[in-house]
């Protein structure tokens, strides 16, 4: 089993950085491809970012070269460091693992979420 808990969300203006980070905690957390996902009011829940075992990153369209996912197994955590902040990222970020990929059904554990709200 795997716990996963999101922090490090807030108010940013536009153009702002934000560093999103996840703890996890469980003894087989670093045999998981990890990503995140994100979801606005009155939306569904869309992919973000994912990493896998292997090192390789995918990024939706609408981040790349403005997110980052990483890891860091030995201590347990993944960030998602997100610059150039548009007030359309607005939403809640969860952090999961799984399998890895962009479709959510790929993914066994879930953060609880933290809201990120860009807005001048």
């Known amino acids: 089993q795997v716990q996963l808990v999101e922090s490090g969300g807030g108010i940013v203006q536009p153009g702002g950085s934000l560093r999103l980070s996840c703890a996890a905690s469980?003894?087989?957390?670093?045999?998981?491809?990890v990503g995140w996902f994100r979801q606005a009011p009155g939306k569904e829940r869309e992919f973000v970012a994912t990493?896998?075992?292997?090192?390789?990153?995918y990024y939706r369209d609408s981040v790349k070269g403005r997110f980052t996912l990483s890891r860091d197994n030995l201590k347990n955590m993944v960030y998602l460091q997100m610059n150039n902040l548009y007030p359309d990222d607005t939403a809640t970020y969860y952090c999961a693992a799984g399998t890895g990929g962009s479709n959510y059904r790929n993914y066994d554990y879930w953060g609880q979420g933290t809201q990120v709200t860009v807005s001048s």
């Open positions: 469980g003894r087989t957390f670093s045999n998981y491809a």
């Open positions: 990493l896998w075992r292997s090192g390789t990153t």
